[in-house]
């Protein structure tokens, strides 16, 4: 059987306050026995040193049989002080008098050798006839001379029997202090219990393990800092990503991860969602950062990193794969047209136009196909202008690919400058769509050091009160409902930053969008951010 949290606090609380409470009572009760003792041992002393003055005895012991004298004034003194007994001897240790008169005359039951040295002395642990007494011991003198002793005492269960007396107040006490210490425990129990949310011991270490093995699972980074600034937990993965030493934990997030962001949300309070953020590996990094709160206080942030390297990636080659789709269908569309005009020039007897329209239309692709790859030596660049260019047909959009564009192999970066590229020429084809002027013109330019392209199109520009928002994630004037909006800027954005690059934006007769990619590539500073100028939307 297992006690709660509430019942174990409340019995060690308990405990502790019935040991303390034993404890100060044996204390108090000793203290009270030895100031009883030294009570009646100064009540005793007093006696017997008046008793050893008094002349009566003093004289008596020159009498033929003291005892006659000095026991009637021994009684007396014993009934009228409250004493158990005056017992008065002479050198010999022989009695004169004694609470019983049968023992008169004989030798004492106790050591009285300091009293007739002269030295008075108080015994409390002296067993006599009469069982264990507080005695005070007396020289008693005449002229300078011990002539005897004078030993006046009160038992020892008296004293008891006094002590005892005290115990029901003593009780009393205890048992208060029992109860306002039980429920004192009770609240600091239950205090406790609120403090945990209700949480028992075995409860809150089970969820810290599945707390522990949930961040060893999950497959995002997550860095929690307390309201100081304090990494208080890294997971595997946050150490991973942002290549980070075991010795995190206890260190400053500014000394930890610089441009985390965590500070500012312990700061201000307001979460921070779905920001992009550059390794210096070259991953591209979501970050959410949220504050947290304990009972409304806040107590710290927490930020989880997920890496998106993969999923632009993947998208990229979805947007390859989806633009030679297009490509393809463009390419039937209008091939399925030239065939039917084809063969309606043949059914009118017109065999020879028929031949001269395949010949114009063959050249024309053997142009395309073979003179493109030789100005645009990257193939997946080449490959893209070609596959837009059958889509710009289809739609009735002439694509012009600048007669002095050049680009020699790209390596690494290829599918970045493939994205970008891709998304700036359909954000230009959506720009010129239902214009007078439907053309859309790619300019290409490679010096060895860098890589700049240009995608201009006749459309009706970017709205100037737009220009500072048109890179921002989401943000689209699109206003035709289809999902993805906003997405296609930030992509290019992304893939151009990746790599060290820079997009910009202007109005010229239309937009310009330039690209500019560094020849040598290099990531950026780890965790870079990528602010609202350089997270990508979607215009027109």
């Known amino acids: ?113 300091l009293a007739l040295q002269g030295i008075p002395e108080i015994t409390t642990d002296e067993t006599g006839t009469l069982g264990r007494a507080i005695r005070a011991k007396v020289p008693i003198y005449r002229d300078d001379q011990v002539i005897g002793v004078a030993t006046v005492g009160i038992l020892g269960r008296s004293a008891e029997d006094l002590l005892q007396s005290y115990w029901p107040q003593i009780g009393a006490v205890a048992l208060g202090a029992l109860v306002v210490g039980g429920w004192i425990s009770w609240l600091l129990a239950s205090h406790i219990r609120r403090e945990i949310f209700g949480l028992e011991p075995r409860q809150i270490a089970t969820r810290l393990e599945q707390r522990d093995a949930m961040l060893r699972c999950i497959r995002e980074g997550v860095i929690a800092i307390d309201s100081e600034g ?104 209008e091939f399925a047209n030239k065939l039917h005009t084809i063969s309606g020039l043949i059914e009118m007897g017109r065999p020879e136009r028929a031949v001269a329209l395949v010949r114009a239309t063959t050249q024309q692709q053997q142009v395309l196909i073979e003179e493109l790859p030789q100005r645009i030596q990257e193939p997946a660049v080449a490959a893209l202008l070609l596959g837009k260019t059958s889509v710009a047909a289809e739609r009735g959009i002439t694509l012009e690919v600048a007669p002095d564009s050049r680009l020699g192999p790209v390596g690494e970066c290829a599918d970045d400058l493939t994205t970008a590229l891709g998304n700036l020429i359909e954000n230009a084809f959506d720009a010129v769509e239902g214009r007078p002027a439907r053309v859309v013109r790619v300019e290409i330019g490679d010096d060895g050091q860098e890589i700049k392209a240009r995608v201009r199109d006749t459309g009706p520009g970017i709205n100037p009160d737009h220009l500072q928002r048109i890179f921002e994630q989401g943000f689209s004037t699109k206003q035709d409902g289809v999902r993805g909006r906003g997405l296609g800027l930030v992509l290019a954005r992304r893939a151009v930053a990746r790599w060290g690059g820079e997009l910009s934006v202007r109005n010229e007769d239309g937009a310009v969008f330039e690209l500019v990619l560094p020849r040598v590539a290099r990531a950026v500073p780890v965790l870079q951010p990528v602010g609202p100028a350089e997270q990508g939307g979607s215009v027109r």
Request: hydrophobic share 45%; aromatic share 4%.
């Open 1 to 113: 059987m297992r006690f709660g949290l509430r019942a174990q606090v409340l019995a060690i609380q308990a405990g502790i306050v019935l040991l303390v409470v034993a404890a100060v009572s044996a204390a108090y009760l000793a203290i009270l026995a030895r100031l009883i003792e030294r009570e009646y041992g100064d009540r005793v002393m007093s006696v017997a040193q008046t008793v050893a003055l008094m002349p009566p005895i003093v004289q008596a012991f020159d009498d033929p049989d003291p005892s006659t004298t000095i026991q009637p004034l021994a009684q007396a003194i014993t009934e009228r002080a409250g004493l158990t007994f005056v017992v008065i001897s002479n050198r010999d240790h022989l009695r004169y008098s004694h609470p019983v008169p049968q023992r008169i005359g004989e030798i004492v039951a106790f050591d009285d050798r």
């Open 230 to 333: 304090v990494v208080d937990v890294v997971n595997d993965e946050a150490r991973r990503l942002l290549d980070l030493q075991d010795s995190a934990t206890g260190h400053s997030i500014r000394d930890v991860v610089p441009a985390s962001g965590l500070p500012a949300v312990v700061e201000t309070g307001q979460p921070a969602e779905d920001q992009l953020l550059l390794a210096a590996s070259g991953r591209v990094m979501v970050v959410n950062r949220m504050p947290v709160h304990v009972r409304g206080e806040l107590v710290g942030a927490i930020a989880t990193f997920r890496d998106q390297t993969e999923v632009q990636r993947l998208a990229s080659e979805l947007s390859g794969a989806r633009s030679h789709l297009d490509a393809l269908r463009a390419q039937a569309h």
